[in-house]
């Protein structure tokens, strides 16, 4: 799937709401899979709804993520510092900058806000670096049917590329 994610006119605030109308400008789409086997990589459209939000502006890429739950009181939650990967209901939002393949950023967020932070390389091996620690705002919101986040990464640091027009990034998303 190609998407063209928009320069945004303003930055949205970063409180988890997901309510400002800039976002209704956004990139979209809300069909992600499951995965049904792990031998085969057999998926099927998740039947949970989750919509994926994307956007920049000069300074920073913007992602956020609307995730319909019918019971939020029952989301689990380990809120645990940066660089510690949460167990929990969550969002991953990986990004591949240069669109090579073999390296991508990754951005965990659970229901609290709670991140952690990591760089994968592709080397004959799958390598992870936790110690990639690039600057990251995210806020998330609990409603009563939904939780749903936020997420602010500034160019230019640590790896983390330059958003521009015309670039063609990688993108993945999961929510568990």
């Known amino acids: 799937m190609l998407l063209d994610v928009p320069r945004m006119a303003e930055a949205p605030k970063i ?16 069909t992600l899979y499951v995965n049904v086997s792990e031998r085969i990589l057999v998926t099927r459209p998740s039947p ?11 300074d920073a890429l913007y992602m956020g993520a609307y995730c319909d739950d019918t ?11 940066s660089g510690d990967h949460p167990r929990s209901d969550q ?6 900058g ?8 990754q951005v965990v967020i659970n ?3 709670a991140t952690a932070e990591g760089w994968w390389t592709r080397t004959p091996m799958r390598r992870f670096d936790g110690s990639w620690e690039p600057v990251v705002e995210t ?7 939904f939780w749903s986040v936020e997420c602010r990464i500034p160019n230019g640091q640590q790896g983390f590329p ?15």
Do not use: M
């Open 15 to 30: 409180d988890g709401l997901l309510d400002e109308n800039i976002w209704q400008k956004a990139a979209t789409f809300d």
């Open 48 to 58: 949970v709804q989750t919509k994926i939000y994307l956007g920049y502006t000069p």
């Open 71 to 81: 019971q939020p009181q029952e989301l689990v939650i380990e809120s645990l510092g």
């Open 91 to 96: 969002v991953e939002f990986c990004f591949d």
């Open 98 to 105: 240069n669109l090579d393949h073999s390296t991508f950023g």
């Open 111 to 113: 229901s609290t806000g």
């Open 139 to 145: 806020a998330a919101f609990v409603g009563e049917d």
């Open 162 to 176: 330059k958003v521009r027009p015309g670039d063609i990034w990688g993108f993945n998303f999961v929510r568990l």
